[in-house]
């Protein structure tokens, strides 16, 4: 989600380069599902207010300290669209990937590890709200995915290069009023990294496609779209 003008990655890193490009990944998407899982172990106590603004200020973090770097995706709809959008090479995206779903597994088994004893059984795993089939839930995740990844689109265009200097406050405000809107009917996870631990962790797989095809659905449609109705030329050419 990176917030400058020219961070493209290069395809022509050294080995150091991308070691750290891998473990800038690694500790952002730790960082984000340790803190944003963190509000959901207390769900008595907590609302989807606190919920939603928990995983939206807990993406400030990894951007704010990643962002330069690696660009802080914290999430593969993120990184898969930013090839779309010509922000990372191909050839880095496996990269990019792997190391987002290490982290998020490293950061979710941390957190189980300083759980109470009297947590709720599948704290922060994926799932439908009351009502919702998972064809509806998959046009949610479709759809906030989408939004999430116009405005990563808009942050990335040279023309709001001038305006960046809070811009991981504006993306955690973007999570979480999605979050807010999204968090009853699908729990609004918009990243597959994020899914995948707790559902593996905590052995929950029920509905698990919606939240990969959705997010990855969704961030393309809203790549694709910014990439070649709304990007000037020369952004695509850079």
Request: charged share 15%; glycine share 12%.
């Amino acid at each position: 989600m990176y917030k400058g003008k020219k961070i493209r990655i290069k395809d022509d890193l050294s080995h150091k380069d991308r070691a750290i490009l891998c473990l800038s990944e690694f500790f952002g998407t730790l960082i984000f599902l340790f803190i944003g899982c963190m509000g959901c172990v207390h769900p008595h106590l907590n609302s989807n207010l606190h919920i939603s603004f928990t995983f939206g200020l807990g993406i400030m973090l990894p951007v704010q300290l990643f962002a330069h770097i690696s660009g802080g995706h914290v999430n593969p709809a993120v990184s898969i669209s930013a090839v779309v959008l010509g922000r990372i090479p191909l050839i880095h995206l496996p990269l990019y990937i792997v190391s987002q779903i290490i982290g998020a597994f490293t950061g979710f088994g941390l957190l189980k590890l300083f759980m109470p004893s009297d947590a709720p059984k599948g704290v922060c795993s994926p799932g439908l709200g009351p009502g919702i089939s998972a064809w509806q839930g998959l046009g949610v995740e479709v759809f906030l995915t989408f939004t999430l990844l116009m405005a990563c689109g808009a942050v990335w265009d040279s023309r709001n290069a001038e305006n960046h200097d809070s811009v991981s406050l504006r993306l955690g405000l973007v999570v979480g009023v999605l979050a807010m809107a999204g968090v009853p009917f699908t729990g609004a996870n918009m990243n597959p990294a994020r899914s995948l631990a707790p559902a593996v962790i905590n052995g929950d797989w029920e509905n698990w496609w919606v939240y990969w095809i959705g997010p990855i659905g969704g961030g393309l449609l809203g790549a694709t779209l910014y990439r070649f109705v709304f990007s000037k030329e020369e952004d695509l050419e850079e």
